[in-house]
Nanobody, 124 residues
Framework: QVQLVESGGGLVQAGGSLRLSCAASIRTFRNYAMGWFRQAPGKEREFVATISGYGGVTFYAESAKGRFTISRDNAKNTVNLQMNSVKPEDTAVYYC?????????????????WGQGTQVTVSS
């Protein structure tokens, strides 16, 4: 049974930084590509960032490029999202997701497992 648990959300001022983490209970974690998605109030969930199984390939949403960095530690079964220069429009529930292939994907439907989400609120 795959479980994903996000942490690190909270309240941060615009321009500040926040680091989200996702702990995965996956035996062969390196065989899973991981992604971060977010859902703002009244909006559909959207892609933020993804990383391949071995960490060599990453993709970002345009809104995240240059500000967010996704990384993973396969020895610790964790994936992180470093958020810098945050903006009020980054306010959302952030979800960690996993797909049972090493190939990264920006498409939500290609992820089989999801965490419960962690709230990020950016004040202006």
């Amino acid at each position: 049974q795959v479980q994903l648990v996000e942490s690190g959300g909270g309240l941060v001022q615009a321009g500040g930084s926040l680091r989200l983490s996702c702990a995965a209970s996956i035996r062969t974690f390196r065989n899973y590509a991981m992604g971060w998605f977010r859902q703002a109030p009244g909006k559909e969930r959207e892609f933020v960032a993804t990383i391949s199984g071995y960490g060599g390939v990453t993709f970002y949403a345009e809104s995240a490029k240059g500000r967010f960095t996704i990384s993973r530690d396969n020895a610790k079964n964790t994936v992180n999202l470093q958020m810098n220069s945050v903006k009020p429009e980054d306010t959302a529930v952030y979800y960690c997701a996993a797909r049972p292939t090493v190939v990264a994907s920006t498409t939500q439907a290609q992820y089989d497992y999801w965490g419960q989400g962690t709230q990020v609120t950016v004040s202006s």
